[in-house]
């Protein structure tokens, strides 16, 4: 049997995740992991056959993150960031074992809650959002814009990636209604 090699995990992750119709931005988000993952694997155990890692192996990379700094921020990584490699290297062995390329799944087993930090981002409060949106300076066109987006953001529960993507064709403003394109799972919304 031919060993299971670095690059053939990664076609096939990448295959995995182009079929489960991921966004462009979730699939780099979730490669991204999983290079994370590749590259703690090449430094503590060379070129591994990957039906060779099992609990201990994960479990130290789960270690690595804990205990892992951001170069972005110099801080600990933070549970969503932990929570994303996570789901990254969840999704690495689904797909071998959905391809039959080995015969357990070693996640099965290991507990990847992080620990840590708030379950919940902080949220603003009405008269935060007020205060922040009346300090946008909207006497400028830049301005204004910047105020149109973040009220926006705030009066609808858009995503960052769908505001930016929205054309002006997809404001209906007589029935007061915005068409999303290319929303969550490739749906349209209104």
Not at 1 to 20: G, I, R
Not at 137 to 150: I, N, Q, W
Request: aromatic fraction near 12%.
């Amino acid at each position: 049997m031919n060993k299971l090699t670095m690059e053939t995990v990664k076609a096939v992750y990448e295959a995995y995740l182009a079929s489960c119709g991921y966004s462009r931005a979730t699939m780099a988000s979730r490669l991204y992991g999983a290079k994370v993952f590749f590259a703690f694997i090449r430094n503590q155990y060379g070129e591994i056959d990957f039906r060779d890692l099992g609990r201990r192996e994960i479990e130290a990379y789960m270690e690595y993150l804990r205990n892992r700094v951001s170069a972005k921020t110099g801080a600990m990584y933070a549970r969503g960031t932990r929570r994303m490699f996570s789901t990254a290297l969840t999704q690495v062995f689904r797909s071998l074992y959905q391809a039959g390329l080995i015969l357990a799944n070693p996640m099965r087993d290991v507990e990847l809650r992080p620990a840590g930090g708030k379950s919940r981002r902080p949220m603003f409060t009405e008269e935060e959002m007020n205060a922040f949106l009346d300090n946008i300076d909207a006497s400028t066109g830049v301005g204004l814009k910047e105020r149109a987006c973040f009220e926006l953001l705030y009066s609808s529960g858009l995503r960052v990636g769908e505001l930016c993507r929205l054309a002006i064709g997809d404001v209906d403003f007589d029935a007061g209604r915005i068409l999303i394109r290319e929303a969550k799972w490739g749906k349209e919304r209104l």
